[in-house]
């Protein structure tokens, strides 16, 4: 199948999305969400039954398997942006990790500091903006700020892992970590479905 030179012009025209031009939106949080300087997006892998006693086999699909995303935060002298990750976890595993706080006597955690949250109280929804940087709109105050092309929701979101502090004494480099967020499923809306009125499509 060939292409016509125009055909292929006039399709990039629609632009060209950029690996850079994205924002993470965790339950509000935009101290997490500026030294959010690398995420990955949800892929979905769907699992499956073969099928048949003749032939050629065949494979049903049946079900879905979701993987983690991952976020590299950079990280501030105070660690403020991993404290709110851990204490995120502390509602799921328990506050045992606070040592000395409401949940310890002389110092050592009690029993109840194991105690397990409830799963709806701990889940929240993530958010992962596209953005074409290109082609501003106009915000709050007149400001110009660039335009969402694309937004992708976590629903029942949470913190499975919270990774280890690398220190160097060899190294100047910034420090930063990485969190894995685990979801239930995850919802996408393209620009042109918002303006139409379209709601995001579960996935």
Do not use: C
Request: hydrophobic share 35%.
């Amino acid at each position: 199948m060939s292409f016509r030179l125009d055909t292929i012009r006039g399709d990039l025209s629609r632009g060209l999305a950029k690996n850079s031009s994205y924002q993470v939106f965790i339950g509000g949080n935009y101290e997490v969400s500026y030294r959010a300087i690398a995420t990955t997006a949800p892929g979905r892998q769907l699992t499956a039954t073969p099928t048949g006693v003749y032939g050629a086999p065949q494979e049903i699909g049946y079900g879905v398997i979701y993987q983690p995303i991952t976020l590299t935060i950079l990280s501030s002298a105070e660690h403020t942006e991993r404290e709110f990750f851990l204490q995120w976890q502390d509602d799921i595993i328990g506050a045992h990790r606070r040592i000395g706080g409401a949940s310890s006597v002389g110092g050592a955690p009690t029993e109840n500091a194991f105690d397990t949250g409830y799963y709806n109280d701990y889940i929240q929804t993530v958010s992962i903006f596209q953005y074409d940087a290109q082609k501003d709109q106009v915000g709050t105050f007149g400001r110009a700020r660039p335009r969402v092309t694309n937004e992708i929701r976590l629903m029942e979101a949470w913190p499975r892992n919270v990774g280890e502090l690398s220190y160097s004494y060899q190294s100047t480099e910034l420090l930063t970590f990485t969190v894995s967020i685990q979801y239930r499923y995850f919802t996408e809306m393209s620009l042109s479905k918002r303006a139409s009125g379209s709601t995001h499509r579960a996935f």
